[in-house]
């Protein structure tokens, strides 16, 4: 490229065109050289971004390991054992670690938007007689907060007086002993120490399960949350004199480590209904559950995260049934190793289809004229669940399989020749990993949530038929599984996986 000399200092040399520039062709080569010095600095700045983006990724992991973003490694190996459950990470807050140091990320204050510097988190409390499903509902809303990413940890009053006192007559639970009372009252000061400091430490919500059917003991907790800045407090109630109801909840509470005989809680329940008052107007929000979600009364319920919580438990009941998930069939995108499309069922997926209608409906639990089955949209979805006998059958969009953008119709391995940095993000964090133009877990697990309220809300036998990383997320949702476990579930094609859920947890079984 030519380079035009100084200007001349006469008006004959700086009238005078440089030597190599006369004529369109200096034009061209003018031209050229202001691409080329665009496309090297385009370069340059591609490469200095890459660099220091590799650099943040390797800083992130070094974190984790136990290094501090600054250089040096922390040495509090029991905090780093996260005593406070699995939903309290490194990035949970400028105090997880150490009060003083600063986090790579801002710290989430305020979850309930309302002005307080440090507060903003919100503590459910449970209210009722035993075996009306308190700890059921308690658990249930647990697990659904943490499922849409909600730092969220229930605290058993029942658990925390084992611990401390062991099993005990019913004569302990007598109002009228002041012993007794003060020793239950002193597992609630201590329960509730451990909730503020769960909560300061990260947490966003805390469930404290217990009974609390005294105004002095819900004075307690509201007093205590008072004192922090702006800790909000959600009563539910839950309220059930039907006879069936209670045997239900009777037989679920036969799990139990606090259960030992029908007689002695027969006792227990009296000894509590003598000095219960129900929840009022001044104790703040509350829900009432009757009759297991028969009927809800609501008062006072403003804010976003309570809406959402008592818009959940409307949709509870304490019905048992069995949930059935399932894949599709092997179809002609697996046989030959590609991820997306809308591909039809391969011979063995075929098979398998006819075989799955004919396992369900050998089964008693699952008569066709009770049985529901839900499937995705997708071509393969639907030619397997067809032929299950139901008496009712709905396709669900949010059912289809994630969503995978540019890369749709790609085998992995052609997609870490053709894009190899979006192949190694992916490696890096499966369950934030979003595909260009496509979909992350999270995005999943955003999308089927209109899913998990039907699923709480039906009480009928249930067949779903969908694809991997949908019934991951719901695997995980019915085993209150960890977020990062999602991405790496199993969810073997030709596989039926049974659920029963339950107030203590989930029981699973498979069939090949």
């Known amino acids: 490229v030519a380079i035009p000399r100084s200007r001349a200092t006469d008006d004959r040399s700086a009238s005078r065109p440089e030597a190599g520039m006369e004529g369109p062709r200096g034009r061209e080569l003018v031209v050229v050289g202001c691409v080329g010095c665009v496309a090297l600095t385009l370069f340059a700045y591609m490469r200095t971004r890459k660099h220091n983006r590799r650099g943040n990724v390797v800083t992130q ?11 040096g490694v922390d040495n509090s190996s029991a905090e780093q054992q996260h005593p406070e459950g699995p939903n309290i990470g490194f990035l949970s807050g400028a105090s997880w670690f150490n009060p003083d140091k600063q986090d790579p990320l801002p710290e989430k204050t305020d979850l309930l938007h309302t002005g307080h510097a440090r507060g903003g988190k919100l503590i459910i409390a449970t209210v009722g007689l035993p075996g009306r499903g308190k700890t059921y509902i308690a658990r249930k809303v647990a697990r659904y907060l943490r499922w849409i990413n909600y730092r969220t940890r229930v605290f058993s009053l029942a658990k925390a007086r084992l611990d401390k006192f062991g ?56 007093q205590r949350a008072a004192a922090e800045d702006g800790f909000t407090i959600l009563w539910i109630e839950a309220i059930s004199e039907d006879e069936e109801v209670l045997e239900k909840n009777i037989e679920n509470m036969q799990q139990s480590p606090d259960f030992r005989a029908v007689e002695e809680f ?78 039809g069922l391969s011979h063995k997926g075929a098979m398998y289809a006819r075989a799955l209608s004919e396992y369900i409906a050998e089964q008693a639990d699952l008569p066709s004229d009770q049985l529901q089955v839900w499937s995705s949209t997708m071509y393969r979805a639907r030619l397997t669940a067809k032929q299950i006998n139901c008496h009712k059958y709905v396709e669900w969009r949010a059912l289809r399989e994630i969503e995978v953008g540019v890369c749709d119709g790609l085998a992995y391995e052609q997609i870490k020749l053709r894009m190899p940095d979006e192949y190694r993000a992916r490696e890096q964090d499966k369950l934030r990993y979003r595909y260009p133009r496509g979909e992350s877990y999270l995005d999943i697990i955003n999308r089927l949530e209109p899913v998990i309220f039907e699923l709480e809300r039906n009480k009928e036998p249930l067949v779903v038929v969908a694809h991997q990383a949908v019934h991951r997320c719901l695997y995980a949702y019915f085993l209150d599984l960890p977020a990062e476990e999602v991405p790496f579930l199993s969810i073997p094609l030709h596989t039926l996986i049974r659920l029963d859920p339950s107030a203590y947890g989930c029981k699973e079984k498979r069939v090949r």
């Open 61 to 71: 992991e070094r974190f984790i390991a136990g290094e501090q973003p600054g250089g």
């Open 167 to 222: 099993t005990k007559d019913p004569e302990f639970f007598d109002e009228t002993i002041a012993e007794y009372q003060s020793q239950r009252l002193e597992v609630l000061v201590d329960t509730l120490e451990d909730v503020m400091r769960y909560l300061n430490r990260g947490g966003e919500v805390a469930i404290v399960d217990g009974t609390n059917t005294t105004r002095t003991r819900r004075d307690v907790i509201r």
């Open 266 to 343: 027969q006792q227990r329940v009296a000894k509590y209904r003598k000095c219960y008052t129900t929840v009022e107007a001044e104790d703040g929000m509350f829900v009432k559950v009757y009759d297991g979600g028969r009927r809800l009364e609501l008062h006072d319920i403003h804010g976003f995260l309570p809406t959402k919580v008592v818009s959940f438990v409307m949709n509870l009941h304490t019905i048992p049934r069995p949930v059935y998930i399932t894949r599709h069939g092997e179809s002609e995108f697996n046989v030959r190793g590609l991820i997306g499309g809308d591909s």
